[in-house]
């Protein structure tokens, strides 16, 4: 099959993953706003376990961590992306 037959297929495909990997964000980022309105309650119990809150924090930081990964690995399917073919409307010049 000549390359620009596949070229539309491979632009659904890269599209798909890239939907895919922009949809995986919503899951560590509601994870965050719980733990953080989970956190705010915890500070304001009398008396306040600081063990708890120091787990929930803990918590906030691992789901960042893991939102800021798929941030990386979009940014790292773009750039892929745009070093192996020219979008359409491209106007940067040929090195």
Known sequence: MPQTELAPANRVAFLAQLLASIGEINQPISAVVMNAEAALRLLLAQPTDTEAVRRVLGCILKDGMRT?????????????????????GDQRADP
């Open 68 to 88: 800021g990964d798929i941030v990386h690995r979009c940014r790292a399917l773009i750039k892929e992306r745009a070093d192996t073919e020219r979008m359409p």
